[in-house]
Each structure stands twice: as C-alpha cells, then as structure tokens.
C-alpha cells in the first residue's frame, strides 16, 4: 500500500478503525490460501478476513453462482418478494443446525444476526433482562454491544438490555482458571444459580454465548457446560443462544456447530462471517415457536438478498462436498500439535489452544501470566515479514489468532508454523 492511500484513508476515515501493521497493506488479490498485496508481495492468510474468507480465494464455484444471478439482472428485489436463493439456503441451513421446526432469518452481519435474535427472545420472554458471558464479543450495535463483556470494544454504556455477566472460560485467569473439567462446570452452574437470585428480576429472557470466544482470544469453556447451564436455564424457562458468528460450519473440526461439543441444542443459533465467503451473509435459527414471537412487521431490507445467497449456497454446498470439516479437523491437529512443540521451547507462550482450524497462541511474561501485548505485537509484526498473516486479539491484546480458510494444506500448514516458529524465536 502507498503512503498515499494510507493518508487518504486516515483523512476520511474514523481513527477507532484500526489499521493492522506499523506498515499497513492493502491487499489486492487473492488465490487459494494466499494474497498478494499492492507492492507484489505474497502472504500465507491465516486470518482470513477475520474468519471469513472459510473456503480461500478466487473460488471458481463461488465466482460462477453470483455471476449466473448477475446475469439475470436482478441483484435486488427485498424480501416482499420470493427469493429462491433465499429459501434454497435457509432450507439448507434448518436442515443442518440441528433445531427441530428450524426457520431462518437472513441479515448482513454477525452483529445483526446476534440483534435479531436478541429480539426474538426478548419478544418472546417479554423481558430486556439477559444473561451473557465475561470476555464476550457479540456486536457493535447498542444490544450486541451491551452483551459484550470486553471493555475495549465496549464504546458506550448505554444498553437497551439488563444484562447479568457469567464467568468466561479462562484457563489461566480468574476465580474458574485452576479448576478442572468437572469442578470447572459445578462452578459455573453454581455462579448461574446465585446470579438468578441475586442479580435478576426472575424473568430473565436468555444467555447468549460463544462456543470458542472469538474476539476474546479463542477462550473456551469445558465441553458439557452449556448441557449443564441450560438444565438450569430450562427451570426458569431461559433462552440459549449459541453465538456461531465465529465457530459454524465445520471450522472447529470435531463438529459442524460449536455448540455440539456440550452435547446440548440451543433454542437459537447465529451465523455469519464464513457462510458468504467475503459476500455480506449472516442470520439467526430457531425454533418456529420462538422465530415467530416477534410481535410486529420486521424484515432486512439486503439480508438474504438474491448475490449473498447465490454466493451462500456455493459455499454451503463446497464445504459440504470437499467435506472441509474434516480437513479442519485433520489440518487443525496438525498446527496444534506444532505450535505446542513450539511453545515448550518457549516460555513466553503461556497456553495454545483452540479446535480445529481456530487456533490460539497466548504471550506473557515468562514465568507468570501477566500479558505481554508488546511480545504478541512483535510476533505478529515478524510473521508478517516471514510472509504469514495472523490476527491479535484476546481480553489484553497479547493473543495470535488463527483462523485460516478451512482449505488449507498440510504444506501449507507446515509452512506457516515454520513461519511462526522464525517468529516466536525472534521477538
């Protein structure tokens, strides 16, 4: 990217929008699981766009399914009218969430899907009050904002929402960190009593949560807990809604949905990011009892519209008939089993940790668990230079995320761990 159009971005757009790199880039083609930028330099991505770009670049399915709708003229019509790429892919996606009598609502984004289905529910419980997790990301908008327990992507206290905060998955922080499995989830369904009777009015209307925290640093909780949270929710008829924005699709590798791993169905479930390919394609499921108690006229006017789901039904059907899930599973072992061998070499790395192809590196100063923003920045710096592209996050800013298109490679693989192994060792 020129210095030019770093300036031109910089005088036209906000400053909370941040740019990665001391030396941004703008990338200006793509192949595969690898980007070219405007100065001809090629990256092995293994953030994808923030998890979005799930089957890689130039996908020549893709490309042909928006082409076929472009060229019947119609890139727009609203949901006022029938829209056989809409129902085609909602047919789809109730078929595989696993939600008995599924209905689909289709929107743009994450954060509108975790709206809607914020609004389903309180609908449904005549109730703002909701339950939602520490170190959480859900959205930008006033509601998915206000169930966002990460003050750094908190901008407003206003919040349209009663919300009561649970504790996160954290294995290195916290009053839960040090337990094991089993005492971990007895914990957590002992904090969710006493925050019913304590923090609440008794007519909460749900939890909304993520299998694997995404912005939080791919924290997650021991598999069965949402099992054993939702017997307790189901005594006060509470909600669940399982946050897929991040972990649907297949990208964890031993199940399609994050919520699988608990052995437990949530009444709702939100999806985005990976099913559009880099094509804006988010919604909520559910069951028709519970899609259907909102009280009033409501639709998107682009959400489900006829580019995003010809480019939705590509997607779906390629991650199907390439059987992508077990590839993440397969590849993701791969890169788990490397970057841990790596982190015994290196002190700096506290905890590796994720599923499949959603994968985390966690830096702190060595021999404690105090966060080491700076070393994450300079690991993340370096992998750029060695040719890799990584994404930070997690609650302190010192968490390498890794989120590579669910086509990756064993050479490839293999490649990028190389690249942050140089990486690591350096900083």
């Given at each position: 990217m020129t210095d030019d159009l770093l300036a031109r971005h910089q005088a036209v757009l906000p400053k909370w929008m941040p740019l990665y790199y001391a030396e941004p880039i703008e990338i200006v083609s793509g192949s595969g699981c690898r980007v070219t930028d405007a100065n001809g330099r090629s990256y092995l991505d293994f953030f994808g766009g923030v998890l979005t770009t799930m089957i890689g670049y130039d996908v020549p399915e893709v490309r042909e399914a928006v082409e076929r709708q472009l060229r019947t003229g119609v890139v727009h019509t609203s949901t006022l009218y029938l829209i056989r790429q809409q129902v085609e892919l909602a047919e789809k996606i109730a078929r595989l969430s696993g939600i008995e009598d599924a209905r689909v609502f289709f929107t743009n984004s994450g954060t509108e899907a975790n709206e809607a289905a914020l609004l389903v529910a309180t609908n449904l419980r005549?109730?703002?009050?909701?339950?939602?997790?520490?170190?959480?990301?859900?959205?930008?908008?006033?509601?998915?904002?206000?169930?966002?327990?990460?003050?750094?992507?908190?901008?407003?206290?206003?919040?349209?929402?009663?919300?009561?905060?649970?504790?996160?998955?954290?294995?290195?922080?916290?009053?839960?960190?040090?337990?094991?499995?089993?005492?971990?989830?007895?914990?957590?369904?002992?904090?969710?009593?006493?925050?019913?009777?304590?923090?609440?009015?008794?007519?909460?209307?749900?939890?909304?949560?993520?299998?694997?925290?995404?912005?939080?640093?791919?924290?997650?909780?021991?598999?069965?807990?949402?099992?054993?949270?939702?017997?307790?929710?189901?005594?006060?008829?509470?909600?669940?809604?399982?946050?897929?924005?991040?972990?649907?699709?297949?990208?964890?590798?031993?199940?399609?949905?994050?919520?699988?791993?608990?052995?437990?169905?949530?009444?709702?479930?939100?999806?985005?990011?990976?099913?559009?390919?880099?094509?804006?394609?988010?919604?909520?499921?559910?069951?028709?009892?519970?899609?259907?108690?909102?009280?009033?006229i409501s639709f998107s006017t682009f959400g489900g519209n006829p580019i995003s789901t010809a480019a939705g039904n590509a997607v779906l059907d390629y991650v199907l008939d390439h059987n992508l899930q077990e590839n993440a599973q397969r590849i993701g072992a791969i890169l788990l089993e490397g970057l841990r061998a790596v982190a015994a070499d290196h002190p700096a790395v506290a905890e590796v940790r994720g599923r499949g192809l959603m994968l985390a590196i966690e830096l702190v100063r060595p021999g404690t668990v105090e966060p080491d923003a700076a070393a994450a920045g300079r690991v993340f710096e370096l992998a750029k230079e060695g040719g890799l592209l990584v994404g930070k996050g997690g609650l302190y800013g010192n968490v390498l995320r890794m989120g590579p298109p669910l086509t990756l490679s064993e050479e490839e693989a293999r490649e990028g761990l190389a690249i942050l192994a140089d990486a690591i060792a350096r900083a």
């Open positions: 005549r109730s703002n009050q909701i339950l939602a997790v520490r170190n959480s990301y859900h959205g930008r908008t006033y509601a998915a904002m206000g169930a966002t327990g990460h003050r750094s992507w908190s901008a407003s206290s206003l919040n349209p929402l009663q919300v009561a905060w649970l504790h996160s998955g954290d294995r290195l922080r916290g009053l839960l960190a040090k337990l094991d499995e089993a005492d971990h989830i007895e914990a957590a369904v002992e904090d969710l009593r006493e925050v019913l009777a304590t923090q609440t009015a008794g007519d909460v209307a749900c939890l909304i949560a993520e299998p694997i925290q995404g912005v939080g640093g791919f924290v997650s909780a021991p598999d069965g807990l949402f099992a054993a949270i939702k017997k307790v929710l189901d005594e006060y008829g509470i909600l669940l809604i399982s946050d897929e924005v991040q972990t649907g699709w297949g990208r964890t590798g031993e199940h399609f949905w994050g919520y699988q791993a608990h052995g437990v169905t949530p009444d709702l479930l939100t999806f985005a990011k990976g099913i559009g390919n880099g094509f804006a394609l988010a919604g909520v499921v559910g069951r028709a009892e519970v899609m259907n108690a909102v009280q009033a």
